[in-house]
């Protein structure tokens, strides 16, 4: 997502990344990584739990949610392409 950051405004679409990390612990991850984009915390896993994103080990399943008006558009666990994301996204 953030080598095609500029794919997803152009699209009007808002990118953020969320877990259970610290906002102290991402913003150092974002500087290290340099991401264009927001990242949340989710310290008690209550989104991760809601997405279905929650191990039973109590670990996070890295998943990406495309999300319009309210309705889940686009889920898939692991690291989809931007093609993929974009594709189901845009054509709502």
Do not use: C, W
Not at 35 to 54: H, S, T
Request: hydrophobic letters at 45%.
């Amino acid at each position: 997502m953030r080598d095609n950051f500029n794919r997803y405004q152009q699209a009007g679409i808002s990118v953020f990344g969320i877990n259970p990390a610290s906002a102290a612990a991402h913003a150092r991850y974002a500087d290290r990584f340099g991401f264009p984009f927001q990242l949340l915390a989710d310290a008690g896993k209550e989104v991760a739990r809601a997405y279905g994103a929650l191990k039973a080990s109590g670990g996070i399943q890295r998943s990406v949610f495309g999300v319009s008006n309210g309705v889940i558009r686009f889920a898939k666990e692991g690291m989809p392409t931007s093609d993929e994301i974009l594709g189901a996204m845009i054509e709502v």
